[in-house]
């Protein structure tokens, strides 16, 4: 079975700090997502990574995966308050180019002013 | 990126009563659709795989004969919650997937309360 996990589960940091939030999964997976999640809202997508090494970066965004690791990190630059909602990360299940989604267990992130 | 309706985005109903939501692809086809759930801070769960035409597959644990999913054409799924209870209302999320599009995309999502 498929596992996915987050960590740190919340997080509350300051303005204009660094931060990097860790996505560990636990079988062989090429297809990793993150997304951002407002209180109410849907998700939002942020990046696709669909090989080992790739990095995408967006504004005070940038993520990275190691499939040999079976790890992506979402690294936070400088933070803003605009960046505070709840991130996850999604794995393709086993079978895969199905774009069957396990999700990890989130991130609540806080930027304090 | 693609679009993926859904609707409604609130429903209120009374307890024992089934509730319809559909799931649209607006600008291309959906051969497969997926039904997630999510609890009140908690993270989303997958409920079922729906391919245009076939029966859906259901994860462990999901009830089939309380959530039927029908996806009827390549731009529609239907996730209806038959005898609804208190315990059913949750945040509903549909994602679709096409040929070619890289990933899967999501619905605004439904917020189900069962009174």
């Known amino acids: 079975e498929l596992k996915v996990e987050q960590n740190p589960l919340f997080l509350s940091m300051q303005e204009g700090k660094n931060y990097t939030i860790y996505c560990n999964y636990s079988t062989t997976s090429d297809r990793l997502y993150w997304y951002r999640q407002d209180p109410g809202k849907s998700l939002e997508s942020l990046f696709v990574l669909l090989s080992n090494g790739a990095v995408k970066q967006e504004g005070r965004l940038m993520a990275s995966l190691d499939t040999k690791a079976r790890l992506s990190t979402l690294h936070i630059t400088a933070a803003v308050h605009d960046l505070s909602a709840t991130y996850f990360c999604?794995?393709?299940?086993?079978?895969?180019?199905?774009?069957?989604?396990?999700f990890g267990t989130g991130t609540r992130l806080k930027v304090l002013a | 990126g693609a679009v993926v309706s859904q609707h409604p985005s609130r429903v209120i109903c009374k307890s024992g009563t089934s509730v319809k939501i559909e799931c649209r692809s607006l600008?291309?086809?959906?051969?497969?659709m997926f039904w997630y759930r999510q609890f009140p801070k908690q993270s989303l769960m997958l409920m079922a795989t729906?391919?245009?035409?076939?029966?859906?597959?259901?994860e462990q644990g999901v009830e089939k004969d309380k959530f039927l999913i029908n996806h009827a054409s390549l731009t529609l799924s239907t996730l209806t919650v038959t005898s609804a209870h208190p315990e059913d209302s949750s945040f509903y999320i549909c994602?679709?997937?096409?040929?070619?599009?890289?990933?899967?995309?999501f619905g605004q999502g439904t917020r189900l309360t069962v009174v």
């Open positions: 729906s391919n245009e035409g076939s029966k859906a597959t259901y």
């Open positions: 999604a794995v393709d299940a086993p079978t895969s180019g199905t774009y069957k989604y396990i």
């Open positions: 994602s679709a997937a096409g040929t070619g599009l890289g990933e899967a995309f």
């Open positions: 600008d291309f086809q959906a051969t497969t």
